[in-house]
């Protein structure tokens, strides 16, 4: 009987020695999942940052392709108010010489 409850003592033992390397293993994994947690936690917030900056990077190129379109838009306006008053010049020069031209055809029959 003393046997049975010595082997019994020591099987005792023995799950309770494993019981606390399985302990010592579980605290372990959790002290490295709360650290990848918190790094997750890390990560996560520099994405979130890094995405507001992404955004206020893209906002910025619209707003310079925006003002480089409106001065492109400006001078094309310009060209094309030089052009419409450069085809008016050359309509009153072909009035002009139209006229010149009839004028010379009415002295050259009174001639």
Do not use: C, P
Not at 62 to 79: E, F, P, R, S
Not at 92 to 97: D, G, K, N, P, Y
């Amino acid at each position: 009987f003393a046997r049975q409850t010595e082997w019994s003592l020591q099987v005792m033992t023995q799950r309770a020695l494993d019981a606390e390397k399985n302990v010592e293993k579980m605290k372990q994994e959790m002290f490295l999942l709360q650290e990848e947690l918190e790094s997750s936690k890390v990560e996560n917030e520099s994405l979130r940052v890094g995405q507001t900056t992404n955004l206020g990077a893209v906002k910025n190129n619209i707003d310079v392709a925006l003002q480089n379109l409106n001065k492109i838009i400006t001078g094309a306006n310009w060209y094309i108010r030089q052009l419409t008053d450069g085809v008016e010049s050359l309509h009153f020069v072909a009035e002009v010489l139209q006229s010149t031209g009839k004028i010379s055809e009415v002295e050259a029959k009174k001639d």
